[in-house]
């Protein structure tokens, strides 16, 4: 067990299933969330899909880290509804939706909501409670 993380696994109904962990706002979180993001693909049979799943929550979870304080949410959804998808959503407590930019090519950072948009089949962001979630879906196969 990851000792930056607490993880919940769960039934969301009778197919479909979930795993989410809270990170505390410290660099320490973007290799942490890419692990088990990775591990628990693994653990699913979902390994085709693990690496690009582990790059696109770094790329949040950096985002998460950057403008926001507080915990970091990762969750994984495999939802009995959608065959085929993955969901995954990035939370955090700044309630201020992420905007794409085009980075100049000297810049060095800026990238990551382009990256989450061409490599996944959609993706958006929703507001809650307290802040707001990030989320991307993937094609898996059934």
Same mark, same amino acid.
């Given at each position: 067990?990851?000792?930056?993380?607490?993880?919940?696994?769960?039934?969301?109904?009778?197919?479909?299933?979930?795993?989410?962990?809270?990170?505390?706002?410290?660099?320490?979180?973007?290799?942490?969330?890419? @692990?088990?993001?990775?591990?628990?693909?693994?653990?699913?049979?979902?390994?085709?899909?693990?690496?690009?799943?582990?790059?696109?929550?770094?790329?949040?979870?950096?985002?998460?880290?950057?403008?926001?304080?507080?915990?970091?949410?990762?969750?994984?959804?495999?939802?009995?509804?959608?065959?085929?998808?993955?969901?995954?959503?990035?939370?955090?407590?700044?309630?201020?939706?992420?905007?794409?930019?085009?980075?100049?090519?000297?810049?060095?950072? @800026?990238?990551?909501?382009?990256?989450?948009?061409?490599?996944?089949?959609?993706?958006?962001?929703?507001? @809650?409670?307290? @802040?707001?979630?990030?989320?991307?879906?993937?094609?898996?196969?059934?």
């Amino acid at each position: 067990m990851n000792p930056l993380a607490w993880e919940v696994i769960g039934v969301i109904d009778t197919e479909g299933a979930y795993a989410e962990w809270t990170f505390p706002a410290d660099p320490g979180a973007v290799r942490a969330a890419r @692990g088990v993001v990775r591990d628990r693909l693994c653990g699913w049979g979902l390994g085709c899909v693990s690496d690009m799943a582990a790059l696109l929550v770094s790329e949040l979870v950096t985002n998460s880290l950057r403008h926001a304080t507080g915990p970091i949410g990762v969750r994984l959804v495999r939802p009995a509804r959608l065959r085929g998808v993955l969901v995954v959503e990035v939370s955090d407590p700044l309630p201020d939706p992420p905007r794409e930019r085009v980075p100049r090519p000297e810049d060095e950072s @800026g990238r990551g909501l382009q990256l989450v948009a061409s490599s996944s089949r959609r993706w958006g962001t929703r507001p @809650g409670d307290t @802040g707001k979630t990030v989320w991307f879906e993937l094609a898996v196969p059934e």
